[in-house]
Structures are given as structure tokens and as C-alpha cells.
């Protein structure tokens, strides 16, 4: 819009070089080619204020040198303060066509110096507000880990709880049945039957607790997954139709905690929410993936449970977010006797 002559098309090759730079643009490290540029767009700039172009030649060479010098571990300052005056000195070359004269010097010599520094000074803010970036979506994944790791400290401090006891009482029947089978069978073999109903209730327990139906229910999972979710930094809604109660709760609790854990592990969710009905449960995360499900784990485990017991398990990915919806079957009434009935 501002050509006044054919060479001020140099300004739209030059502008060209920092442009494939912004493309390989990445949170830390030198994009490849970064001198290439930088060499390409100091001849640009060059050749455009020997041929009399305009002093805006010189922004393709001022956003390739800063995008690189604001990344210097150190000295920065000085060298930019270094890069400037060497804008500058490349701007003279406009005194081999041009008389000097106080109003080209400062348009070729003081203009580009100044926009350099201005460009290098909204590029360091730039970095520096990608730093904090970086930082803040660090702190996130390590709030992650560290939910998902309080759960698998719970989980264990569960299975602690089940088996520690109980393991260390048959120890003791046990020695007990071997010290007195010979003086005693029958206190012996009633020790050993002891033992066998112990084993066997621990099975059931621990079976109970790998399925989350010990002590799980929907309202306490749900607060449990608002505070491990909010705790990585995922905005939580939780909108209650209707209460979750009886045998049904402790599979659509399940399915609660899952879900939590794979948003935890497996998405870049900021917002999720969570809705409870009667007989069914639905989640709802953003930060999802593209293209096909991935394979199922856990969930696909759930899903097998609840297909058992008459329900089912839905998963769907669409525009960005995962929605994942548990129901489980309607218990039927109970049919009233009356008297005539009877």
C-alpha cells in the first residue's frame, strides 16, 4: 500500500524469511535455520535502504533477531542493545544513493534502531509470557500425578486395611492349628476351618474393593472427584436430577471414579461436568483427542460389569469433548399382596 517503486517488493520476500521461523515457532530451543534468517533478512533490509525503500525494510530483520536474541541464556540485553546498532549500520547504505541529510539519518538510522528495540522488547514480554505458560501447564500435569497418586495411596491404604489384619490372625490360627493337631484335632481342625472362613471373606473383600463397591457410593465419589480434579485445575460442575441410593450406586460410582482418573491421565481438560441421575451417571470433559476411541482399560472392564447386571456403559467423542455415560437397569417394583389376595 505504501510502494513508491519496484524494489519495495524486497520488503515482501524479506518479511518471508521470519515468517517460516514463526511457523517452526516452539515454546523453547532456536527454530532451524534461525542465522540463515536472520543472514537473509540483513541483506533484504540492506538492499532495501541502499535502493532508497522504505524504513519498514527493516521489520524482517528485526523480528528474526529478536525471536532469537530474546532466547539468549544470557547477555541479552546487551545484545540487543548490539543488534539495534547494527540495524542502524545496515540503514546507512541508503547514503550511497541518497545525500545525507538529518531527516534520512533519522529515518534510516534512528527509525530502525527503534523499531528493532521496540520489536525486541514485545518479543522478551512474549517469552516471558510463554514462560509462565509453560510453568502453569507444568504445574497441571504434576497436579495430575500427584491426584491420581493420592488415589493409588488410598486404593493401597484400603487393601492395607483388608488384608493386613486378616493375613497376620491366620498366621497365628495357623501356627496355633500346627502346635495343637497332635494333643487336640478337633480345636485344630476347627482353627484351620476358622482360617478357610477368613481366607474366603478376604477374597470377597478385596474383590469388592478392586470393584469400588466397598464403602463407594455416588454422592462421597463425586465429591472425591470434584476436589482431585479441581485440585489439577479442571473447573467442576456437578448437577444432581436426582439421588443415586441403593445396589446401583456403587457401579455408576465406579464409573465416576474411572472417568476421573482417565481425564487425570489422558486429557488436557479444563472444564468437566457431572451429572447424576437415578439410575444413570454422565461425565462430560473437555481437552479431548481427535479421531478414533482409544483402547479401553479399566472402563472397558466397567463396561463388561455393567453389561452382567442389565446396564451399559457409553462412550463419545465429539467436537473436542468425551462424554462418558454409565446407566444401570430400573430394579422392577415390588408387587403388593392385599388381603383378598391372600
Same mark, same amino acid.
Request: include cysteine.
Given at each position: 500500500?505504501?510502494?513508491?517503486?519496484?524494489?519495495?517488493?524486497?520488503?515482501?520476500?524479506?518479511?518471508?524469511?521470519?515468517?517460516?521461523?514463526?511457523?517452526?515457532? #516452539?515454546?523453547d530451543g532456536f527454530p532451524n535455520g534461525s542465522i540463515l534468517v536472520v543472514v537473509l533478512?540483513?541483506?533484504?533490509?540492506?538492499?532495501?535502504?541502499?535502493?532508497?525503500?522504505?524504513?519498514?525494510?527493516?521489520?524482517?530483520?528485526?523480528?528474526?533477531?529478536?525471536?532469537?536474541?530474546?532466547?539468549?541464556?544470557?547477555?541479552?540485553?546487551?545484545?540487543?542493545?548490539?543488534?539495534?546498532?547494527? /540495524?542502524? #549500520?545496515?540503514?546507512?547504505?541508503?547514503?550511497?544513493?541518497?545525500?545525507?541529510?538529518?531527516?534520512?539519518?533519522?529515518?534510516?538510522?534512528?527509525?530502525?534502531?527503534?523499531?528493532?528495540?521496540?520489536?525486541?522488547?514485545?518479543?522478551?514480554?512474549?517469552?516471558?509470557?510463554?514462560?509462565?505458560?509453560?510453568?502453569?501447564?507444568?504445574?497441571?500435569?504434576?497436579?495430575?500425578?500427584?491426584?491420581?497418586?493420592?488415589?493409588?495411596?488410598?486404593?493401597?491404604?484400603?487393601?492395607?486395611?483388608?488384608?493386613?489384619?486378616?493375613?497376620?490372625?491366620?498366621?497365628?490360627?495357623?501356627?496355633?492349628?500346627?502346635?495343637?493337631?497332635? /494333643?487336640?484335632?478337633?480345636?485344630?481342625?476347627?482353627?484351620?476351618?476358622?482360617?478357610?472362613?477368613?481366607?474366603?471373606?478376604?477374597?470377597?473383600?478385596?474383590?469388592?474393593?478392586?470393584?469400588?463397591?466397598?464403602?463407594?457410593?455416588v454422592a462421597s465419589e463425586a465429591e472425591n472427584a470434584k476436589n482431585l480434579l479441581e485440585?489439577?485445575?479442571?473447573?467442576?460442575?456437578?448437577?444432581?436430577?436426582?439421588?443415586?441410593?441403593?445396589?446401583?450406586?456403587?457401579?455408576?460410582?465406579?464409573?465416576?471414579?474411572?472417568?476421573?482418573?482417565?481425564?487425570?491421565?489422558?486429557?488436557? /481438560?479444563?472444564? *468437566?461436568?457431572?451429572?447424576?441421575?437415578?439410575?444413570?451417571?454422565?461425565?462430560?470433559?473437555?481437552?479431548?483427542?481427535?479421531?478414533?476411541?482409544?483402547?479401553?482399560?479399566?472402563?472397558?472392564?466397567?463396561?463388561?460389569?455393567?453389561?452382567?447386571?442389565?446396564? *451399559?456403559?457409553?462412550? #463419545?467423542?465429539?467436537?473436542?469433548?468425551?462424554? *462418558?455415560?454409565?446407566?444401570?437397569?430400573?430394579?422392577?417394583?415390588? #408387587?403388593?399382596? /392385599?388381603?383378598?389376595?391372600?
Amino acid at each position: 500500500m505504501t510502494s513508491t517503486s519496484w524494489w519495495d517488493g524486497i520488503l515482501a520476500i524479506g518479511l518471508l524469511a521470519p515468517l517460516l521461523l514463526l511457523r517452526q515457532w #516452539a515454546p523453547d530451543g532456536f527454530p532451524n535455520g534461525s542465522i540463515l534468517v536472520v543472514v537473509l533478512s540483513a541483506a533484504s533490509w540492506a538492499f532495501s535502504a541502499a535502493l532508497g525503500g522504505s524504513p519498514l525494510g527493516v521489520f524482517a530483520l528485526s523480528l528474526a533477531g529478536a525471536m532469537i536474541l530474546t532466547r539468549l541464556p544470557r547477555h541479552r540485553f546487551i545484545a540487543i542493545l548490539g543488534f539495534c546498532a547494527a /540495524s542502524a #549500520a545496515l540503514g546507512a547504505m541508503v547514503f550511497i544513493t541518497r545525500p545525507f541529510t538529518l531527516l534520512t539519518a533519522a529515518n534510516y538510522l534512528l527509525i530502525p534502531a527503534g523499531t528493532t528495540l521496540f520489536i525486541c522488547i514485545v518479543m522478551a514480554l512474549v517469552e516471558r509470557y510463554s514462560d509462565i505458560l509453560l510453568a502453569l501447564e507444568r504445574a497441571k500435569q504434576t497436579e495430575a500425578e500427584l491426584a491420581v497418586a493420592r488415589e493409588r495411596i488410598r486404593f493401597a491404604s484400603d487393601l492395607h486395611d483388608i488384608q493386613g489384619h486378616t493375613l497376620h490372625v491366620i498366621k497365628l490360627k495357623t501356627a496355633l492349628a500346627k502346635q495343637i493337631t497332635d /494333643s487336640d484335632p478337633v480345636a485344630a481342625k476347627r482353627e484351620l476351618d476358622e482360617v478357610q472362613r477368613l481366607i474366603a471373606d478376604t477374597i470377597a473383600r478385596t474383590q469388592d474393593l478392586v470393584h469400588a463397591q466397598r464403602r463407594l457410593n455416588v454422592a462421597s465419589e463425586a465429591e472425591n472427584a470434584k476436589n482431585l480434579l479441581e485440585a489439577a485445575g479442571i473447573a467442576v460442575t456437578i448437577a444432581t436430577i436426582n439421588p443415586v441410593g441403593g445396589a446401583e450406586s456403587a457401579l455408576l460410582a465406579q464409573a465416576l471414579r474411572e472417568t476421573t482418573t482417565n481425564i487425570l491421565r489422558h486429557s488436557n /481438560s479444563t472444564r *468437566t461436568t457431572i451429572t447424576i441421575d437415578t439410575h444413570r451417571i454422565e461425565i462430560v470433559n473437555d481437552g479431548a483427542g481427535t479421531g478414533p476411541l482409544p483402547p479401553l482399560g479399566g472402563l472397558g472392564t466397567l463396561r463388561r460389569r455393567l453389561e452382567e447386571s442389565g446396564g *451399559t456403559l457409553d462412550l #463419545a467423542r465429539e467436537s473436542g469433548s468425551f462424554r *462418558t455415560t454409565a446407566t444401570v437397569p430400573v430394579p422392577a417394583p415390588v #408387587a403388593s399382596t /392385599s388381603e383378598y389376595d391372600r
